[in-house]
Nanobody, 125 residues
Framework: QVQLEESGGGLVQPGDSLRLSCAQSERPFSRYTMGWFRQIPGNEREFVAAIDWRGSSTSYADSVKGRFTISWDSAKDTVYLQVNRLQPDDTAVYYC??????????????????WGQGTQVTVSS
């Protein structure tokens, strides 16, 4: 059973940056595609970014391309989401997820097997 724990959220102003972290508990870490999603209350959870188990392939939602960067630190078994030039529309709970089907870069919620508890990002002036 993989346990994921996000951190790094907070209250920031428009234009600011944050680095979200997702630490996983499985040792040794098996091969997973890792993804970030976000959700606003009353809305469906939406795909943000994904990275393969080697950290060599990535995928992004159109709304965050050029502003967000997903990365994988294999030494720390941690996935990061660098979020730059934050906008009020980026306000959401951000979730980390793991897909055991590591040959794909999944973008759908139901393709992921494990989820963290989420970290709140609020962008407001």
């Amino acid at each position: 059973q993989v346990q994921l724990e996000e951190s790094g959220g907070g209250l920031v102003q428009p234009g600011d940056s944050l680095r979200l972290s997702c630490a996983q508990s499985e040792r040794p870490f098996s091969r997973y595609t890792m993804g970030w999603f976000r959700q606003i209350p009353g809305n469906e959870r939406e795909f943000v970014a994904a990275i393969d188990w080697r950290g060599s392939s990535t995928s992004y939602a159109d709304s965050v391309k050029g502003r967000f960067t997903i990365s994988w630190d294999s030494a720390k078994d941690t996935v990061y989401l660098q979020v730059n030039r934050l906008q009020p529309d980026d306000t959401a709970v951000y979730y980390c997820a793991a897909d055991s089907n590591w040959v794909r870069l999944a973008k759908e919620v139901d393709e992921y097997d494990y989820w963290g508890q989420g970290t709140q990002v609020t962008v407001s002036s």
